[in-house]
């Protein structure tokens, strides 16, 4: 079960509130690479970003596969994960972790 405890930065939580953070970070990582068959991940946290508009940690995991030419958001436009993709891998992700 991800935390709900609002922290808006990494250095502003409890060791215990990261710890149960990454620990779930960890998961969601291991549930997508054996049911998206992700390869690997690249996981992205904004802390006091200059362009963050609401101030709240949250985590990124992306799902990585063998040449998928990720970039970081920074990236040059286009090469997203169109939305129902993203939609579709969000929902088996989510049933995948409901089951444990």
């Known amino acids: 079960m991800l935390p709900t405890s609002h922290a808006t930065s990494l250095y502003d939580m409890s060791s215990d509130?990261?710890?149960e953070l990454f620990d779930e970070v960890a998961r969601v990582a291991r549930v997508m690479a054996?049911?998206?068959g992700a390869h690997g991940s690249t996981i992205l946290q904004n802390n006091d970003s200059p362009d963050q508009v609401l101030f709240h940690v949250h985590v990124h995991v992306v799902?990585?596969?063998p040449g998928d030419a990720?970039?970081?958001?920074?990236?040059p436009p286009g090469l997203e994960i169109?939305?129902?993709t993203r939609v579709e891998q969000a929902a088996a992700l989510h049933a995948a972790l409901?089951?444990?």
């Open 98 to 100: 409901r089951r444990g």
């Open 82 to 84: 169109p939305r129902e």
């Open 17 to 19: 509130l990261r710890a």
């Open 63 to 65: 799902p990585r596969y």
């Open 70 to 75: 990720y970039l970081t958001p920074s990236g």
């Open 34 to 36: 054996a049911h998206l």
